[in-house]
């Protein structure tokens, strides 16, 4: 079982929908989880961390974590083709590193 | 407003031959973190240094790849006898604590072994 575990899509969702994103990881003692985003050919850059159960709402992005279910989850509400890149799920490890996910490639189409 | 600073952004090359990778922190940031990415792929943990120290090299093949982060100057990865295998986008970032820390990365260097 990899330790993050994503969708690789693509996922496809028209302007103006509402794209969600999945990933589950398998280590329960995890506490810090982030998403980020990574344009072809770019560097990733951080949306959004969570830290505690529940949602997390950030303009037109939220995040959501369930700990007992070990799910976090990225919604983009109002999609827009320049959302369209690959979303890394994050989880931070006990000795501080973060464990990626293989991404997920999102398409937003006009 | 310095961000993480990787150099150089592409390096070639030939089989056999030494890579070194270099990566400056972002100013206050004292926790360094090296990653590599194959195309179509996730980013996989290789390192984590802090000052003169290696916190975790879990994700660092057993021969021929190093990592410091000198007192002074930048982080170096280095790659000994490359190998075609070798060739892929190498992030660095850094985080100003330990342990749940958002990380921010570096434009990459791309390793191309002909």
């Known amino acids: 079982q990899k330790e993050v575990e994503q969708n690789s899509g693509p996922l496809s969702v028209p302007e103006g929908a509402i794209a969600s994103l999945n990933c589950t990881y398998s280590?329960?003692?995890?506490?810090?989880f982030f998403w980020y985003r990574q344009y072809s050919g770019k560097s990733p850059e951080l949306i959004m961390s969570?830290?505690?159960?529940g949602d997390k709402e950030d303009g037109r992005f939220t995040a959501q974590l369930n700990k007992a279910s070990q799910y976090v989850s990225l919604l983009i509400r109002d999609s827009q083709p320049s959302d369209s890149a690959t979303y890394l799920c994050?989880?931070?490890?006990?000795?501080?590193?973060?464990?990626f996910g293989q991404g997920t490639t999102l398409q937003v189409k006009p | 407003n310095a961000g993480v600073m990787q150099n150089p952004r592409h390096l070639v090359r030939r089989r056999g031959q030494e890579a070194r990778l270099r990566c400056s922190p972002m100013?206050?940031?004292?926790?360094v973190y090296w990653y590599r990415q194959l195309p179509e792929e996730g980013l996989k943990f290789m390192v984590y240094?802090?000052?003169?120290?290696?916190?975790?090299e879990s994700g660092m093949p057993k021969e021929r790849f190093s990592a410091e982060f000198p007192k002074e100057g930048p982080s170096i990865l280095r790659i000994q006898q490359v190998v075609r295998g070798d060739s892929a986008a190498y992030f660095c970032?850094?985080?100003?604590?330990?342990?749940?820390?958002?990380?921010?990365f570096g434009s990459g260097t791309q390793l191309s072994v002909l």
């Open positions: 100013k206050g940031h004292s926790h």
């Open positions: 240094l802090q000052k003169e120290n290696i916190i975790d």
């Open positions: 994050a989880v931070a490890s006990n000795t501080g590193k973060l464990i």
């Open positions: 280590d329960r003692g995890s506490q810090s």
């Open positions: 970032a850094s985080s100003q604590g330990a342990a749940n820390e958002k990380l921010f």
């Open positions: 969570i830290y505690s159960n």
